[in-house]
């Protein structure tokens, strides 16, 4: 998020149009130049113009909306909406926007799912100036009136390709039905599907699109490198290549279910390791991403849920345990490393019958990847014993279902006691 700090006499963040307290604090964080997406998103929306913006992961989108966006509500009294995939991207979008504004006294408000609905509450009624959400929270709220969008002049859909993959599209459409049709509306996105060009159609008036890297186009200093293995052998194969890196690690997985035990997998091997994951708490994956941040841990195992939540400059490697689903993914798990200019290395791990998957991979980030010839592997190690989390079986109603009794009779007979 956060772009280069370059030493320069006169920084190129003026002549934007950004008000001379904004310039300020840009200056006192050590902000010189914007990035290609800043430097031609920020005159447009400093000008109250709808905005789709097509950009890599890590490009500094955050302050290309955020600075427009606080410069219109320093000015007009009014919200600003900022919806996020995941709770991990809010909080950082939330930190970044705290940073520049603080010395204005911006006030914002986070809600996300897994945190406490009181101290939510309790932030909306301090009147911020940005509400930072996930769409299914903030529609928790709307449902127990504990907030109003009545006031929303400015609204952002960032990362607006990842919220329709996990699902998100109706939920966004509720809220674009809620807020006021008269608002600046931004959209960045790394991809442009059909349904993203439909709400800009439906919802945005005459957008400005700003496209600043072709979609599937990968950072430029990472190499990219690819193993053919057997499922039995990938446990091996990770083992390996952690002892050939002496770097942090961030290794992706499909399943929440497989990052727990890759995870548990890693320790035993003698390392620091984490997890991120859908059934952790808001807490654990906080708990995790800092001590990932701060060396606690090496290795963080996560599933497409952090994909894009993770801003952690310095990972030196990228680990497709499991090959993703979907060549966006691809882009967009690899854009973990190799982050504001630094080199970064990625490898993916394929089994025999996934090889059809590279060639889709291929033709969108157009490059031709390298596969690499299977390394002489350590032998296999016991692994801890993880128990498989209980699944609870969905109701086929409304109401819960009740297990018949073994003493026969209705809902009310009692049992014998004996």
Do not use: C, W
């Amino acid at each position: 998020m956060p772009n280069n700090q370059v030493t320069a006499s006169l920084p190129v963040f003026y002549g934007l149009g950004i008000a001379p307290g904004l310039l300020d604090a840009l200056k006192r964080l050590g902000y010189a130049t914007p990035t290609p997406i800043q430097h031609r998103t920020i005159p447009a929306a400093i000008e109250g113009k709808d905005v789709v913006g097509v950009a890599q992961t890590g490009t500094g989108k955050t302050l290309a909306f955020g600075i427009p966006m606080i410069q219109l509500l320093l000015r007009v009294k009014a919200q600003g909406l900022v919806l996020l995939p995941t709770r991990e991207l809010a909080l950082q979008v939330e930190d970044e926007l705290h940073k520049v504004g603080r010395a204005l006294g911006l006030r914002t408000a986070v809600l996300i799912g897994g945190a406490s609905m009181h101290l939510q509450v309790q932030a909306i009624r301090r009147s911020p100036h940005i509400l930072i959400a996930t769409p299914g929270r903030l529609l928790d709220h709307l449902q127990q009136k504990t907030v109003r969008l009545d006031s929303v002049k400015a609204l952002v859909l960032d990362e607006a390709d990842r919220m329709l993959d996990m699902g998100f599209l109706p939920q966004i459409t509720r809220i674009l039905q809620t807020v006021p049709k008269e608002r600046q509306t931004m959209l960045f996105s790394a991809t442009l599907p059909p349904e993203i060009m439909r709400i800009a159609s439906a919802y945005m008036k005459l957008p400005i699109r700003i496209e600043i890297a072709p979609p599937g186009t990968t950072v430029e200093k990472i190499t990219q490198e690819i193993f053919i293995v057997r499922k039995d052998a990938k446990r091996r194969l990770l083992e390996k290549v952690l002892s050939e890196h002496r770097g942090s690690v961030l290794v992706f997985t499909r399943t929440k279910y497989g990052a727990r035990n890759i995870a548990a997998a890693v320790r035993a091997m003698g390392h620091a390791a984490a997890e991120i994951h859908s059934n952790r708490s808001l807490g654990q994956r906080r708990e995790a991403l800092e001590g990932f941040k701060s060396g606690k841990y090496r290795v963080l195992v996560a599933t497409d849920i952090a994909a894009r939540g993770i801003d952690v400059r310095g990972i030196e490697l990228v680990v497709n345990y499991d090959f993703p689903g979907q060549s966006e993914d691809y882009v967009h798990r690899i854009g973990r490393t190799a982050r504001a200019g630094a080199e970064g290395h990625a490898i993916s791990f394929v089994l025999p019958e996934e090889q059809y998957g590279i060639r889709g991979i291929e033709r969108l980030i157009r490059k031709q990847l390298r596969v690499s010839k299977l390394p002489d592997l350590p032998p296999d190690r016991p692994m801890p014993h993880m128990p498989r989390p209980e699944v609870r079986r969905p109701q086929r109603s409304g109401y819960p279902q009740r297990r018949p009794s073994p003493y026969g009779g209705g809902r009310h007979q009692r049992r014998p006691r004996y």
